[in-house]
């Protein structure tokens, strides 16, 4: 391979710092021969091979320094290793580049061949895992192979296979027909029962080691903590009302509460738009029921008393201290008979418009969260038979569709925010069954996915008790709204349950990845970029060989190879 322009302009004007002049006269032409036949990519790449030859010949490993140096008979392994112990002992930095380069300048000298960064293949069904294998099996595989089922080798699987996918024939596994056709010839209650009694994975007690990057990032935290709290919070500008809807500003512009003196108002309405207007309401419902929060917070305030470090009215710095806000949340679950649900509501929606008052907010890290157990298949069908018992018909059309579309496509609380009736289409085929599919238009993962059959009846019930348009959305009336639903459904006795949403879509994922469906379209189909919550749901999975699949596949009247040769035969006979 010859060296471009760039890379044999760089050899040419390197100039070491650690060889005298007479020295680098004698090995220049060795040295920047041997680098460029190294085949360097990249300019760095040249010079970094250049630095480590010339960090060899000036140690004494060799070279007289009284003729040109013969790199071949220089580039030892102990040599090398030598240089490297010194060089460590020395304090010096990227110990690791110069064992890298200095390697392939032994390789190239030695005109052996360059050593494959890739010491592990991956197992043979790995490298087919386009075709009909689930991730069970491909965990399987790995297991077999030797190597760890961790997020990082399930993330190279799912990398490889991307790239298989990306074009020929295996392009026709990311058909939405292939995904139907898989799911339609599986047996859906034999998948589930593989986990019907799921084993739970044991983590270690011993703290895991952090990496130096992630130690560096710490120690900056606390130092921006410590800074934040010794030099306190930086307000957020004056916010704009001309950023809100017109009917949000007049509601607001007219807002005034009940119960309130006009001389108390005159001193509140203030810093009770401020908190409002920062938040950026989008409807007028909203807008008026974080005013009445607000109001009700700052009254409270107004009658505490005022220590020599904080005299006269309140100001907006004042509203930033948390500590006055939970005491707040403390006297009225003290003193109001409102419920617990109503005051935390109550906290969570002053939290958020305090913290819209600060300009440089705390970057709160978040922590791994372990994913909780999926439903088992008599949950399932509990659930299924609850959500067809409801007492209203509101609770019952948003059951069926959260646990439909939850269950059966795997859609988050997200997703279920931007889906509207029009969204969800029957669809059919030649050689398949009739399937439904929901599309979500919006979001952090836009897609189509497949409704399992199971829970299709769930999902076409709801659509039957939609009361709106086909282009209302089917849970709400917000788009793009933080909260989805508070669902609870109610038991014969009247006992109250509530859906976990993350669970059902855990279910979902746990169910799929038993079918012999290619990863690419699984996390497609799942709105992931990466494999690692199907690898967190591998512990619960038993590695057993499933029961054979009763077919759904519509029937194909097209007879076979072997069934045309038996027809052949009789006809001879």
């Excluded at 990311?174 to 898989?182: N, S």
């Excluded at 001309?242 to 810093?271: F, I, Q, T």
């Excluded at 509101?394 to 889906?419: F, K, P, S």
Aim: glycine share 6%; aromatic share 4%; hydrophobic share 40%.
């Amino acid at each position: 391979m010859t060296p471009n322009a760039q890379v044999i302009a760089t050899l040419a004007a390197y100039v070491p710092r650690g060889l005298p002049a007479g020295a680098w006269a004698l090995a220049a032409d060795p040295v920047r021969s041997l680098a460029a036949r190294t085949a360097p990519h990249d300019p760095a790449r040249a010079r970094g091979v250049a630095w480590a030859l010339c960090v060899l010949l000036a140690g004494p490993y060799g070279w007289d320094r009284q003729n040109a140096p013969d790199l071949r008979a220089l580039l030892t392994p102990p040599a090398i290793q030598a240089v490297l112990d010194v060089h460590v002992a020395g304090g010096g930095r990227s110990a690791d580049h110069l064992a890298r380069h200095l390697t392939q300048a032994r390789r190239t000298a030695h005109a052996l061949p360059a050593r494959s960064r890739r010491t592990h293949r991956m197992p043979a069904i790995t490298r087919t895992s386009t075709c009909e294998t689930s991730v069970v099996e491909v965990a399987r595989a790995l297991t077999s192979a030797g190597r760890p089922v961790t997020r990082s080798t399930l993330g190279a699987v799912a990398a490889e296979a991307a790239a298989s996918t990306a074009r020929g024939r295996a392009a026709r596994t990311l058909e939405l027909t292939y995904t139907a056709r898989i799911l339609q010839a599986t047996d859906e209650r034999s998948t589930e029962a593989v986990h019907a009694t799921p084993t739970h994975a044991t983590r270690s007690n011993s703290p895991a080691r952090t990496s130096m990057r992630a130690e560096r990032a710490a120690r900056k935290a606390e130092r921006d903590t410590l800074r934040r709290a010794t030099s306190g919070p930086v307000l957020a500008p004056e916010p704009d009302p001309a950023r809100l809807p017109a009917d949000v500003r007049a509601a607001l512009a007219d807002y005034y509460p009940r119960g309130v003196p006009g001389r108390l108002w005159a001193e509140l309405r203030p810093l009770t738009m401020r908190l409002v207007i920062g938040s950026n309401p989008a409807t007028v419902n909203i807008a008026r029921t974080r005013a009445t929060a607000a109001v009700g917070y700052l009254r409270w305030l107004h009658t505490q008393p005022t220590g020599p470090a904080n005299p006269g009215p309140l100001s907006v710095a004042d509203l930033v201290d948390l500590d006055l806000l939970e005491a707040y949340i403390t006297h009225r679950r003290r003193t109001s008979g409102a419920s617990t649900a109503s005051i935390s509501s109550t906290r969570s929606l002053l939290r958020a418009l305090v913290a819209a008052l600060d300009a440089q907010p705390l970057a709160v890290p978040s922590r791994y969260t372990p994913l909780r157990g999926p439903y088992s298949p008599e949950e399932c069908e509990d659930l299924l038979e609850l959500v067809a018992n409801q007492p209203s018909r509101a609770r019952q059309r948003t059951g069926a569709l959260v646990v439909g579309l939850a269950l059966g496509a795997g859609l988050a609380a997200r997703d279920l925010r931007y889906v509207r009736a029009c969204d969800i289409v029957e669809r059919d085929a030649d050689t398949l069954l009739p399937y439904l599919t929901v599309t979500v238009p919006a979001g952090p993962a836009p897609r189509t996915v497949i409704i399992r059959d199971t829970y299709a009846p769930a999902v076409r019930t709801g659509l039957a008790l939609h009361e709106g348009a086909e282009t209302d959305l089917l849970i709400g009336r917000l788009e793009g709204r933080k909260n989805v639903t508070t669902l609870r459904l109610t038991t014969a006795d009247g006992t109250p349950v509530k859906l976990d949403i993350a669970r059902l879509r855990t279910t979902w994922l746990f169910a799929m990845i038993h079918v012999a469906i290619p990863l690419p379209r699984l996390l497609a189909d799942a709105g992931l970029t990466t494999a690692a919550t199907l690898a967190d749901l591998l512990p619960y999975a038993r590695h057993v060989e499933p029961e054979p699949a009763q077919t759904r596949t519509a029937p194909d009247i097209t007879p076979t190879t072997s069934e045309r040769a038996a027809r052949s035969t009789e006809v001879t006979r």
